[in-house]
């Protein structure tokens, strides 16, 4: 096919790989749109939704129930203390690093193939990393106590044991999981305000409404939230190597054998990624073929992802030969014997079967067709994801079991609660995913639609026709010729609809060449260099964020110095008060939550928002602004504004449609 001949005419996706061809920005955005809005609940989905319920309420019963009797309901005991309960939560915090690497990294490194595939992901950190965080409070004994580990003034004066990595894992975790959820829902913003404006009925109109904070796709709007994810997602990636590392130390701080290794840290990470990846593979599968999202999810998304998977499972498997090799290469004995009862003690099979899991079956990723059969792929992320659970309890249980001295050795049987418990939290987490693809969208609608754009911009249009995309009545209407000398409302501004980005951005140049001051462009995605042609010059994000940053890195250091050296000095084994490499883990996560909190406000604070009743809301056509439609408004109070020269100016633009908007 030929190049189009009309350049105003909407863009079509080009093939990509990332992305089929012949979608539009109006097609992209209802397909997405209409899984939350229209689609009606089916069987499949239905069965899902109850079978996860029922466990998801088995749990909480049996978490009331555990308050209750106590954690001797578990199989722990003496030397093991640390049961499923931990391994449960180290896999899980695993889990959710691929969210945040897929968000975060791939982002960094203008990976398209994220595009489709990140709002999800971005979901699964979350709910992996609630689950995550459940453990370690019921293991506690009392958990109603778990805010002990908190640094807050109470009665007593007692203050965190700021040296133990258990307390660095409560302010990595909480860091955590409030960084994903700012990305997660900064991101989210402008596809709430397409739902509002497609919603059929009030109350989905109001909710969502009152979640996108009155978002009407601004360019300064555009230009701080992209300032802000970037500049996130550069926070969140070191947070990505931190948490895991934080949470390797909890073993590796010790000298239990098994525990006390230095590669443990990396070791850790590499382990995450596989098994947060074969996860994404778990729930990107599925939601493809019960969604028919082919189009926008792959063979090239499936193919990258079982490519992550074995490189991170080559790193898996260096670790653990490195683990073996360095327990019998050091010569000590506690290590020889620990790694020998892994092969031919009372866990040997769980050893071997995650082997077998983690390092064997992970070798058929080599054969592209493999790597490009979706059923392939699910099955082989189960096993990836039994196989890093079973590596779990194996540092976990068996490094406990085998200890120094051999009248303290004992056996960890897990009870029915203990599979209770690990079931019930796989429940759960269906079950918060379920409902999250029914009411919020799977995929990011605004960045498809900048995918749209610059596949379209890439090449010709290829032979695949158009999706269909309904031509709003707005098209066959012409401009008003001005308002009503009646009309005694007070006007805000002229409002000039577009077809393309390109037109609003020849527009809103030549309305400041013109002499317009006070200009607003509004479009569907950020368009680059929309936000200088309306003289959005300097944007202060970037230094916001540094000042965060280093305000929370400094409270952090400031708060442990204090409490360790000042008001709460104990001697721990003639170690100094001020130990300032223990007291970095703490600092580097609230520097990120610092920087993080700053940006995200920022963002809100710039462009004034919650606004949920702007002018421009009520102008036709106007919901189209977070569809498939570009808006240029002159306001009123420009000094240069005069209502019968900026309707004559806008007309010769050529617009679409021009509308006056009133306040």
């Not at 955005?29 to 998801?56: C, E, H, M, Q, Y």
């Not at 709002?119 to 106590?145: C, D, I, S, Y």
């Not at 866990?347 to 079956?361: D, E, F, G, I, T």
């Not at 462009?607 to 056509?621: G, Y």
Request: aromatic content about 14%; charged content about 15%; overall charge positive.
């Amino acid at each position: 096919m030929q190049p189009r001949s009309d350049p105003s005419a909407p863009p079509l996706s080009r093939d990509i790989g990332v992305l089929r061809a012949g979608w539009g920005y109006a097609s992209i955005s209802d397909k997405i749109a209409d899984l939350v809005l229209t689609r009606p609940l089916r069987g499949p989905w239905l069965a899902g939704f109850a079978i996860t319920l029922a466990g998801t309420l088995v749990l909480l019963g049996s978490m009331a129930y555990l308050f209750v009797t106590g954690v001797g309901l578990w199989g722990i005991n003496i030397p093991v203390a640390w049961g499923f309960a931990i391994a449960n939560c180290v896999w899980w915090i695993g889990i959710g690093h691929a969210g945040t690497f897929i968000s975060a990294v791939l982002l960094l490194l203008r990976q398209r193939w994220r595009t489709s595939i990140n709002r999800f992901a971005e979901a699964m950190t979350l709910f992996a990393a609630a689950m995550a965080g459940l453990f370690p409070v019921l293991h506690l004994g009392r958990p109603w106590f778990f805010y002990w580990l908190a640094p807050y003034p109470d009665k007593m004066n007692l203050w965190p044991q700021w040296r133990s990595p258990l307390v660095w894992d409560f302010f990595a975790i909480g860091t955590y999981i409030i960084v994903s959820f700012l990305f997660w829902y900064l991101g989210l913003i402008p596809d709430l305000a397409t739902l509002r404006d497609r919603a059929g009925t009030r109350f989905k109109r109001v909710a969502y409404g009152l979640f996108a904070l009155g978002w009407r796709g601004e360019a300064r709007h555009w230009a701080r939230h992209a300032s802000a994810y970037l500049l996130i997602a550069g926070l969140a990636t070191p947070l990505v190597v931190s948490v895991h590392s934080v949470v390797s130390l909890d073993f590796a701080i010790g000298n239990t054998p098994g525990y006390h290794s230095t590669i443990f840290p990396p070791y850790f990470v590499a382990g995450a990624l596989f098994s947060g990846f074969a996860m994404v593979l778990t729930l990107a599968i599925p939601l493809r073929r019960a969604f028919q999202l082919h189009d926008f999810i792959t063979d090239v998304h499936l193919d990258h992802a079982a490519k992550v998977l074995l490189a991170t499972g080559a790193l898996v498997a260096y670790g653990y030969l490195c683990e073996t090799f360095m327990a019998f290469y050091s010569g000590d004995t506690y290590e020889i014997a620990m790694t020998q009862d892994r092969w031919s003690g009372a866990y040997a099979p769980v050893y071997w079967s995650m082997l077998a899991c983690n390092v064997v079956v992970p070798q058929l990723l080599w054969w592209r067709r493999v790597r490009r059969s979706a059923l392939a792929l699910f099955l082989l992320s189960l096993v990836i994801n039994l196989g890093m659970w079973m590596e779990r309890v194996t540092i976990v249980v068996q490094s406990l079991h085998h200890d120094f001295l051999p009248s303290s050795w004992g056996v960890f049987v897990p009870t029915l609660w203990d599979w209770v418990f690990l079931l019930g939290s796989i429940s759960a987490f269906a079950w918060l995913f379920l409902v999250f693809i029914r009411v919020l969208p799977a995929i990011s609608i605004s960045e498809m639609r900048l995918l749209v754009k610059e596949s379209a911009e890439e090449g010709p249009a290829t032979d695949a026709p158009p999706k269909a995309e309904a031509a709003p009545a707005a098209d066959a209407v012409p401009p008003p010729a001005g308002a009503d000398a009646s009309d005694t409302r007070r006007p805000w501004g002229l409002l000039a609809e577009f077809r393309t980005a390109q037109e609003l951005l020849r527009a809103t140049r030549a309305a400041r060449q013109a002499g317009y001051v006070h200009v607003e462009a509004y479009a569907p995605f950020h368009v680059e260099g929309l936000a200088q042609a309306v003289g959005f010059a300097r944007n202060r994000i970037a230094l916001a964020t540094l000042i965060g940053a280093l305000l929370g890195g400094a409270l952090g250091y400031f708060m442990q110095w204090y409490s360790a050296v000042v008001d709460y000095p104990v001697n721990i084994g003639g170690r100094p008060l001020h130990s300032w490499p223990m007291f970095v883990p703490v600092a580097f996560e609230l520097t990120v939550l610092g920087g993080a909190l700053t940006a995200f406000a920022m963002v809100i604070i710039g462009n004034r928002l919650p606004d949920l009743a702007h002018p421009v809301f009520s102008a036709p056509d106007f919901e189209l602004a977070t569809r498939n439609r570009f808006f240029l408004c002159l306001r009123a109070d420009d000094p240069a504004f005069d209502a019968q020269r900026g309707a004559a100016w806008l007309d010769g633009q050529g617009p679409l449609r021009r509308s006056e908007v009133f306040r």
